[in-house]
Every structure is written in structure tokens, then in C-alpha cells.
């Protein structure tokens, strides 16, 4: 079956521009997750959702990072006055969660680049 | 907090020579234990799992042991191939959390 997908796969912004980032979970997949991948931090936990619960955003680095999902499926990253620092992979994740699988099914990732 | 520790990279082998890639832990409680693998231009795969102390988790010739008394999880691989070449992720899920916390992950290349 299709995967989680994210979409654009590469994006180049300049500094100060926002940016949205779009993932696909696995269909039926309650959990949603958003890593950073970055070169100096390795990979870091951004935000996760479940089911219709408020998310857990303890991850987010300032408040220009924000995301949502809409009904229960599709999610969007959202960073506002992008700075250079901002430059990494964005990986979501997705995980049936109400089977405790602990198994978190990761995309393909976008690659940003604030020039 | 929760933290991982793996060995750093980059690791050159030679095909068919044994892996080992040392990943230690600390954490409260019992966490479940991952491993992953990032395929270059691919996503983050799981590649083996254990969820309680002594398990062993095995997938593609890979295996790694969940040792609790000195909080490890070492991959292990006999006999390696040229695409067994990826970045490898030792990670850990703390006991009633769902965050993933990743180690710095590994560099492998496999030369033929």
C-alpha cells in the first residue's frame, strides 16, 4: 500500500519567507509525527498528533514553527520568517497507533534550504 | 532526559566482513528499543525492534539484543553487502511516551 508522503521533496526559500511543508500519513494511521533531520542536531521530535487530542508541541524550536492537521489525516508544517538555521529534512511519521505498534513509518522527507 | 549513544561514523567495511555498531541508552523504566536505516535518497526505515530486556530483535541478517544491565543495543551483521551501505539510527520510545529519541546515527559504506 502507498506510504506517508511529503511534499515538496526539495525546497529553496530565502531568508525571512514562510514556508509550508505537507504530509500524507498511511491511511488509518492515528499518530502523526514531525522530526527535523539537521546536520549538527541530528534528528529532533518537532510536534506529534493523535487522533482528535490537543498535539504535543514541546518540540518546536520558537513559535515561527506551527503545524496542524485537518481531519485527522493531512498535516501541514508551517515556518513562518524562515532564518538559516531553519535549513534541514523535515521527516514525518505516521503509526497506527490505537494498535501500540511502536512502529513509526517515516516519508521521504523535505529537504530545506534557506539560502 | 532520554538519550542515545551510537559510535560514530563514517564505518568502511569490505563485503562480507562483520559489522558491529555500538548504541548505548540511558533512560528511566524500560524503554523499546530501534533500530534504523536511511537508505541514500530514502526515507528512515525500521529496520529491527525489542521491547523488553534480553529480546532480540532480527531482520535482514541484522540483529541486535536488548541488554539491559549495561543499557545496550548493539547491531550486529555476519557478513555484510555493498547494499547494506546507509546511515544507521539507534533509537529508543521511553516507557509511556511516543516520541522517538534518536542517536546521531551511523554512516556505513561497503566497499565490494
Known amino acids: 500500500g502507498a506510504g506517508v508522503s511529503q511534499s515538496p521533496s526539495n525546497k529553496v526559500t530565502e531568508k525571512g519567507k514562510d514556508v509550508e511543508l505537507r504530509c500524507d500519513p498511511i491511511?488509518?494511521?492515528?499518530?502523526l509525527y514531525w522530526y527535523r533531520q539537521s546536520l549538527g542536531q541530528g534528528l529532533e521530535f518537532l510536534i506529534y498528533f493523535q487522533g482528535n487530542s490537543a498535539p504535543d508541541k514541546s518540540g518546536l524550536p520558537s513559535d515561527r514553527f506551527s503545524a496542524e492537521r485537518t481531519g485527522g489525516s493531512v498535516s501541514t508544517l508551517t515556518i513562518q520568517r524562515t532564518q538559516q538555521e531553519d535549513s534541514a529534512v523535515y521527516l514525518c511519521a505516521s503509526e497506527p497507533r490505537a494498535e501500540y505498534s511502536y512502529e513509526q513509518y517515516f516519508g521521504p522527507g523535505t529537504r530545506l534550504t534557506v539560502t | 532526559g532520554d538519550s542515545v549513544t551510537q559510535m560514530e561514523g563514517p564505518v568502511t567495511l569490505s563485503e562480507e566482513a562483520f559489522l558491529t555498531i555500538n548504541c548505548t541508552y540511558t533512560a528511566t523504566g524500560y524503554p523499546s528499543l530501534f533500530w534504523y536505516v536511511q537508505y541514500p535518497g530514502e526515507g528512515l526505515q525500521l529496520l529491527l525492534k525489542a521491547t523488553k530486556a534480553d529480546d532480540k530483535g532480527s531482520n535482514k541478517g541484522f540483529e541486535a539484543t536488548y541488554r539491559k544491565e549495561t543499557t545496550s543495543f548493539h547491531l550486529e551483521k555476519g557478513s555484510v553487502q555493498v547494499s547494506d551501505s546507509a546511515v544507521y539510527f539507534c533509537a529508543l520510545l521511553g516507557a509511556g511516551s511516543y516520541q522517538l529519541t534518536f542517536g546521531k546515527g551511523t554512516k556505513l559504506s561497503v566497499i565490494p
Open positions: 491511511s488509518g494511521h492515528t499518530a
